[in-house]
């Protein structure tokens, strides 16, 4: 991780906190699983690739997310969730 501002180990400026996490959906289960994640984004390319970890898999199925934003472009979609507490 970097140590940027908003990042951990990084300076506070401003207002702007968050704090961004990379990793595969391992990872981002592992994080969704402590509640560590307020909002996700998603970058979704349709490539079946046969095999691989599943993302939300083993989350709690309580688990809530409020769609903030959806974005189609040419082969790709964007798209980012809230956590909804």
């Given at each position: 991780?970097?140590?940027?501002?908003?990042?951990?180990?990084?300076?506070?400026?401003?207002?702007?906190?968050?704090?961004?996490?990379g990793g595969g959906a391992e990872a981002i289960?592992?994080?969704?699983?402590?509640e560590l994640v307020e909002e996700i984004e998603l970058q979704v390319v349709p490539i079946l690739l046969g095999g691989?970890?599943?993302l939300f898999a083993d989350v709690?199925?309580?688990?809530?997310?409020?769609?903030?934003?959806?974005?189609?472009a040419p082969g790709?979609?964007?798209?980012?969730?809230?956590v909804v507490k």
């Open positions: 991780m970097g140590t940027g501002a908003g990042e951990p180990g990084g300076p506070r400026q401003g207002r702007d906190h968050r704090r961004r996490c289960n592992q994080y969704l699983a402590a691989g970890a599943r709690d199925p309580g688990l809530r997310l409020e769609q903030r934003r959806a974005v189609d790709v979609a964007h798209l980012r969730y809230r």
